[in-house]
């Protein structure tokens, strides 16, 4: 941890000196974050899988207003884990986000390595994290036609993982994909939003065909405290093709408290670059690949320390259809904003 906070503050020092002397302000903000993992998967078998890791991370966001509408964006990201099943592969301290945004009226343009996500990010939701997670590559646009809100992407990803690609093994030797998108959600009243997201995705190592998906949400808030959100999404895999979750979150105070089901159906979603793919939503289920759909629910409670401090708890339960056992998961961290 010592040597990615050296990078951090070394790399903020230079990006402060090279704005000073090209005459453009440089902003800063970023979180640090020391979170525990603990697992019981016993999807193969008695005790197949059981663990702990504890880890650190820390995300420095830095932007440059270089005229009216133009920007500079990056990212520097440091992590580590430490534990009995620690993952060392993962320690990262890299610049992993970068590029330049363009705002022209009520649109703004994306150009460089980004985080992505269109609808409520079961269809591709990458970026988020440091290290191991995929990024995007590419032109995304943001706006509005009317009411209707509206994304579009064309790039690729770092990596993928799609179950219908068997020649993968994970993270370790994933492929590139080429992808196209878009997205459209409109406010049907003060409480209703509904929303629908087209994407192609087509894996570059691989002579099989692109993969397409279509998908549909909803987002209703019947009081201020309250918050219903789903998603089903299909693709045109021929079998197991589809895939939905829904989530009800109540909000009180400095806490929330929130349940989300996950039904998952093996060639529905990319793997690794879904927001509900079976290699990233669980937090180190990796043998939730052997059946047919995995399936199962996830409570997250959440407390606002203080303004600038945040602790979560997050405890899954997730079972492999065509397969015995579950995987169980208990995931706690606490979060400084800064």
């Not at 009317?146 to 690609?165: E, L, M, P, R």
Request: aromatic share 14%; glycine share 10%.
């Amino acid at each position: 941890m010592k040597k990615g906070l050296v990078f951090i503050l070394v790399a903020s020092f230079l990006l402060s000196v090279a704005g000073t002397a090209l005459a453009f302000p440089v902003d800063f903000s970023g979180d640090y974050r020391v979170k525990f993992d603990s697992w019981h998967d016993d999807i193969d078998g008695p005790d197949a899988g059981n663990g702990t890791d504890e880890g650190s991370r820390v995300r420095l966001n830095f932007s440059a207003q270089v005229d009216k509408n133009i920007s500079l964006y990056g990212r520097l990201g440091s992590r580590i884990t430490w534990g009995t099943t620690a993952m060392p592969g993962y320690n990262k301290a890299q610049i992993d986000l970068y590029g330049v945004k363009i705002s022209d009226s009520d649109w703004t343009y994306t150009l460089g390595r980004q985080g992505v996500s269109l609808g409520q990010g079961s269809v591709i939701w990458t970026g988020s994290d440091v290290g191991y997670d995929s990024k995007f590559d590419g032109l995304t646009a943001a706006g509005k036609f009317g009411v209707v809100n509206s994304q579009f992407i064309v790039g690729k990803t770092t990596d993928s993982t799609i179950a219908a690609y068997t020649a993968t093994d994970g993270y370790t030797n994933a492929y590139s994909a080429n992808w196209w998108g878009a997205d459209f959600s409109v406010p049907v009243s003060d409480n209703l939003t509904f929303g629908s997201t087209l994407a192609s995705e087509k894996i570059n190592a691989s002579d099989q065909k692109g993969i397409n998906y279509f998908g549909v949400n909803a987002t209703f808030n019947p009081s201020d405290n309250l918050a219903l959100s789903g998603e089903y999404v299909k693709s045109n895999a021929d079998t197991y093709n589809k895939a939905y979750f829904i989530t009800a979150t109540y909000s009180w105070d400095n806490d929330w408290f929130c349940i989300e089901y996950n039904n998952v159906e093996a060639n529905a979603v990319d793997r690794g670059i879904s927001g509900i793919g079976a290699w990233m939503y669980p937090n180190v289920g990796y043998d939730l690949d052997a059946g047919n759909k995995y399936s199962g629910f996830t409570y997250t409670y959440n407390h606002q320390l203080s303004k600038a401090a945040a602790f979560d708890i997050n405890f899954m339960s997730l079972k492999d259809e065509g397969t015995n056992g579950n995987d169980n998961e208990c995931t706690a961290y606490v979060q400084w904003d800064f």
